[in-house]
């Protein structure tokens, strides 16, 4: 068979197979410093936060029970596709993480159903879950012949009138890398949901079962606006993780 006899052959093959699915394409690139605190909140304060059709997913292993993650974010860098700085690039966010599930379909993964975001950010955010916040940070690391301690100290205050009050202090150990995919949903926008593709590195520092704590100080407080419900005293704190780096590319489906 000549070539011109097989390329039309292998023409009319690919016209008979099923089309592919839509390539994902890139929206962002993000380049952060996380330090991780996973909750244990009772069964109807996370269900709360989540939309109809959708129940927590607790966590298992270190963070055995965990029904919602309060992650303190510096944001290193964020950039479009195309490599442009978005809101500046550089911010401190307060994101709080559900892991959750439909009730009655396969999604499961985290879902985004709160995000304190200071100016210039974009309220309410991709997620809609963004509220303009005055979020201040303090973070300092030492090191010496005890190892890498370090300490941070965050305050977020909401325009409806909450406030958040995290002092943490801490021995540091070597990450582990972590790369996956994952599917992040939307607590505020129906069916919505962006592909994350990260690569970070993890330190479990206090989690379920595990017998080296390296929590030397914990404080947190949540008073006022959205956040008396969410923590009115029962809530438990199970793991915190220091995230040295977080990055990760954002695709649409």
Known sequence: MNIKCLAAVMSIAAGLLPSSAAPESL???????RTVLGFRLPLEAAQSLLPDGWRPAPLTGLSEGVNLNV?????????????????????????FIVPAQQAAGPAKGPMIVLVLAPPPESVPGVYGAAIRSQIEMTRSR??????????????????????????LSYTRATPVRQVTVSNVYA?????????????????????????????RTVSFRGTGGRFTRIFDGREQLVSVTAVPWHMRDVLLP
Do not use: N
């Open 71 to 95: 992650v303190l974010t510096e944001r290193v860098l964020r950039e479009t596709a195309d490599g442009k700085p978005i809101d500046g690039g550089r911010s401190r966010s307060i994101i």
């Open 27 to 33: 929206a962002e690139r993000y380049v952060e410093v």
């Open 142 to 167: 030492q090191f010496g012949a005890a190892g890498e301690t370090g300490s941070e100290i965050w305050t977020a205050v909401t325009d409806d009138g909450g406030k958040l009050d995290v002092e």
């Open 187 to 215: 607590g505020s926008v129906g069916g919505y949901y962006r592909i994350y593709r990260t690569d970070q590195g993890v330190d479990v520092m206090r989690g379920a079962g595990k017998s080296d704590d390296r929590m």
